[in-house]
């Protein structure tokens, strides 16, 4: 079975700075897709970033980026120029790639930036 | 463009009570859809998902049904609420896209069952 660790429950960061956010994975899968969702305080959910596993190179989109690392099983996001609006829950998740039924998320980390 | 609407988005409930949650797609047809829980603190755990009308599969058994009498509607539902059945819940549609696929969630419904 598939599971996904987010080992940080809370993270805090200062406006402006630099956060990374972590997440492993545990699969005997070889291709599927990782997923960084956020969920402000309206709490729908919002897909920030998607990773195929086959992919070497790291999915980046604007101020996120992703340090995939599929040998150990890490998949991280990184939140540039964090600004007051990235408040929110961050939730990672696991998709294998032939089945479209079943994404595995974490348990979330919340993610508090401070003006 | 795709939409997914899901209401109510607040439902306070007494143990006892039945359970109708509603979710419909708009700008796709026949897509795959989902019913999420999340406790408190916690991840989000699948309830349901559904290929199409009238097939459902259910992940965990539980108070609770779903039923897709639409290809775009998609009711979670109960006979008799339970303490326990507190929670987000939130509907879910994926689509293929030329990268791969992507989910989409409806706004949640905070239930609380007194």
């Known amino acids: 079975a598939q599971t996904v660790t987010q080992s940080q429950p809370e993270m805090s960061v200062q406006e402006a700075e630099t956060v990374t956010l972590s997440c492993t994975y545990d699969t005997s899968e070889s291709n599927y897709y990782l997923f960084w969702y956020k969920q402000p305080p309206s709490r729908q959910m919002i897909l920030v970033i998607r990773?195929?596993?086959?992919?070497?190179q790291n999915a980046t989109e604007n101020r996120f980026s992703v340090n995939f690392q599929k040998a150990a099983k890490s998949f991280s996001l990184k939140i540039s120029d964090s600004q007051l609006g990235d408040t929110a829950m961050y939730f990672c998740a696991f998709r294998r790639m032939y089945n479209n039924n079943d994404m595995r998320f974490g348990a979330g980390t919340r993610l508090t930036v401070k003006p | 463009s795709q939409t997914i609407h899901q209401w109510p988005a607040t439902l306070v409930q007494p143990v006892g009570s039945p359970l109708s949650l509603e979710c419909t797609v708009e700008?796709?047809?026949?897509?795959?859809l989902y019913w999420y829980r999340q406790a408190a603190g916690r991840g989000l755990q699948l309830l349901f998902y559904s290929v199409g009308i009238g097939q459902i599969s259910s992940e965990v058994p539980q108070n609770l049904s779903a039923s897709r009498p639409q290809d775009r509607q998609f009711i979670l539902s109960s006979k008799k609420l339970l303490l326990s059945d507190s929670g987000f819940y939130l509907c879910?549609?994926?689509?293929?896209?030329?990268?791969?696929?992507?989910?989409?969630f409806g706004q949640g419904t905070r239930l609380t069952v007194v």
């Open positions: 879910a549609w994926t689509v293929l896209t030329g990268t791969g696929t992507e989910a989409f």
């Open positions: 990773q195929e596993a086959y992919k070497q």
């Open positions: 700008g796709t047809s026949n897509p795959n």
